[in-house]
């Protein structure tokens, strides 16, 4: 068993038995000497619940992705060289226009959530669509595949900046129809302890109306929903954002009354020090995308500088922002990205002023993000093993067809860990739990 229950420390416990409860919940942890774990082990050996991990095979927590737009997923790793606001208008909203089929729908998310599944991902927070139905189905789809989600409704009425086929018909309606879905997933058979969650999703301040802002913002209030939508992620977004409001995205957010513990801000790349104590002050988290980055951002996110701070942040893919539905490739690219910042990357400039001191992080702290970063950005228990946590899995397993993860006997816990995050590939994900379930692998029945 290998986790970061806190960044920068990395537990490993050989041979230790986890107990989880009927509730999915961990119930102990015990390591290997612990003179009470044979019995209890023996006891569930009895009943037939005791799983035996293999030689060479580790139990990670499972990964968490605070930020995946569900109906993107036909289009991965397509159009990458445009610009965020041609991307957007030229094949993003006409893609996802085409949810307006339910069936469409269903079949894409299908695919999407057994992936994410495979990749690792036990927690999700998604993005829909404008459509109603649809996004219902990626609800269905969510609880019936027993991944943990966080599913949205997006909202988006600006006729100047949503196409007439592809948006909300009035601010009135943007709001019913978000009611109607937090309702709907509430209110879903099997969901009574909240596996799957109503976001509040004005899809960013560009394509909102103030009206259906500050209407999302009292619902926010009213309902106590989570909120998601995007912040200050690339030139042309954050300046749209102040010549409209005068604002940078997190003080218009907090304006509009969408900015909380319970808000989740994808990207935020060119926040200041002043939306910085704004969100830390609010509780926010931020869902860093580095892969995505890459290609809309046009600027590195400071992360290692807002973690200093108290920012809780986590990882998200931004399917298809970036083309990858993995977080431990988003954890490498985190690594990447912040090494790139520190060192700079025009080498035309001298190394003193090429790039931006003590900004890199480490594979240790990539894997936090993934796992116990993303738990306390949503201020769920998730991403640790310990009591009380979600028994959120994954076995991890070197060696395999189709990787290149080796792990060696005289490999150190880190090492172990290093070379997961920056080796690891689908196939050495073996088996993938969420709440104690079997929910992808070798056994699956
Ligand atoms: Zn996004």
Known sequence: MLHTPERGTLEYLPGALVVCNAEGLIEAVHPQSAPQAAVIAARHAEHGSLVVLAEGQYLLPGLIDLHVHAPQWPQLGQALDEPLEVWLQKYTYPLEARYADAGFAAAVYESLVDALLANGTTTAVYYGTVHLAATMRLADICLSRSQRALVGRVAMDDPTQCPANYRDATAASGEADTRAFIDYVRGMPGNAGAFVEPVITPRFIPAC???LLRRLGNLARESGCYVQTHCSESDWEHRFVQDRCGLNDSAALERYGLLSRRTILAHGNFIDD?????????GAGIAHCPLSN?????A?????????RGMHVGLGTDIAGGASPSILDNARHAVIASRRLEAGVDPRLSRERRGRASSRIDALTAFWLATAGGGIALDKPLGVFAPGYAFDAMVVEGDVAGSNLSIEAPDTPETILQKIVY?????NIREVYVAGRLVHGRAET
């Open 209 to 211: 109306s103030d009206d």
């Open 294 to 298: 890459v290609y809309f951002s046009d």
């Open 300 to 308: 590195i996110f400071p992360l290692r500088h807002v973690l200093e």
């Open 274 to 282: 002043e939306d910085l104590g704004r969100i830390v002050r609010a």
């Open 423 to 427: 080796t690891a590939a689908r196939s």
